[in-house]
């Protein structure tokens, strides 16, 4: 991703979304206002469906504040980009990671549904925002997380506590791994089209971790 060039008015008119007031910081509380500037790129690139349409100038408008203060957190699109993988990898893992604790540990395959199930929510509430950054690339040099990754991560190591359970996979963890997190945001996807209910979706968890449990 290259920085992005002077825009239009033309241009400026398709940004999507509200322009609002805001509230000035208080000294010291310039990491709000980066978080802020995070939530509302998130929220646009929800919208606009690509990265391409996204600009700092755009969120800046977003947000309430002049062009200037966006880029004192961010020099270019590349780099809020890669902040808010970041940002999100890390919300999604706290989400995922609070619902596998809030089952026994005595219970890996619960753990794993509700790993699952927690990611499927993620999915549903935040849609057009996943559809953009699940499959979103970031060049070989780049360190910046990748979402998919960051899941597939933490679906192999709950599938590997299933192992060391005395639990029998039908394949090895880390492929297991890559067919639940081919497999359900599919479903998810599925779900924007057709009248479904987060129980459905449940339903669906339920049945795929138990197709990768050997009886």
Not at 51 to 69: F, K, M, N, W, Y
Not at 76 to 101: M, P, Y
Not at 103 to 115: C, E, I, N, Q, T
């Amino acid at each position: 991703m290259t920085g992005e060039a002077p825009e239009s008015r033309a241009g400026a008119a398709r940004e999507p979304g509200p322009v609002r007031a805001r509230e000035r910081n208080r000294w010291g509380e310039g990491g709000r206002l980066r978080t802020e500037i995070l939530v509302a790129a998130g929220q646009m690139l929800g919208e606009l469906g690509a990265v391409e349409g996204l600009t700092l100038r755009g969120v800046a408008r977003r947000v309430g504040i002049a062009p200037a203060s966006i880029y004192a957190h961010f020099s270019d699109k590349s780099e809020l980009i890669g902040a808010l993988l970041e940002f999100e990898a890390h919300r999604l893992l706290d989400l995922v990671g609070r619902a596998g604790q809030a089952v026994d540990a005595s219970d890996p395959v619960g753990r794993l549904r509700a790993k699952l199930r927690a990611f499927c929510g993620y999915a549903l509430n935040n849609r057009g925002f996943t559809r953009v950054l699940l499959g979103l690339r970031m060049s070989e040099e780049s360190s910046h997380i990748n979402l998919s990754h960051t899941v597939i991560d933490e679906l192999r190591a709950s599938l590997e506590d299933c192992e060391r359970a005395g639990i029998r996979l039908r394949l090895p963890a880390e492929r297991a791994a890559l067919v639940l997190i081919t497999s359900a945001p599919g479903r998810v996807m599925l779900s924007y089209v057709i009248d479904d209910s987060d129980a459905d979706i449940a339903r669906f968890v339920d049945e795929l971790v138990s197709l990768l449990i050997a009886s």
